[in-house]
């Protein structure tokens, strides 16, 4: 963006160490911010499993830093369109603009974390 533009930047550091040191209230403050200003930049996070939590000595396993904006904005995922002949492509009813979008994989922010304590039979 810079030198492009004379824009005043708020930059929030995302990596898994920062979250992690702030007990990830950096993602909720980068959230609130892009409520306050209307738009938001996000690159690419890891969101960490019990591989890295060992590997970087993370507090715990962070959820996913793209489920917590989306939620702290009522975002939803979606994906790209699968086109039928016989399926109109029309949206009825959705009159408002796209805020922020980003391509999802299996959904998987939203998801429940869970992890098996040991040998059993799970239900669910």
């Known amino acids: 963006i810079l030198p492009f533009l004379d824009i005043e930047l708020h930059v929030y550091d995302l990596g898994m160490e920062n979250r992690d040191k702030t007990d990830d209230q950096v993602t909720i403050d980068c959230a609130n911010a892009i409520k306050k200003y209307n738009v938001g930049i996000k690159c690419a996070t890891i969101t960490p499993d019990e591989k890295r939590v060992e590997e970087f000595n993370l507090k715990k396993m962070w959820k996913s830093p793209n489920g917590t904006i989306r939620n702290i904005l009522g975002g939803t995922v979606f994906r790209e369109a699968i086109i039928c002949k016989n399926i109109p492509r029309l949206v009825t009813g959705w009159d408002k603009p796209i805020i922020i979008g980003r391509h999802a ?6 998801a429940p974390d869970f992890v ?9």
Do not use: C, I, M, R
């Open 105 to 110: 994989h299996a959904d998987q922010s939203k």
């Open 116 to 124: 098996v304590p040991g040998a059993g039979k799970l239900e669910l």
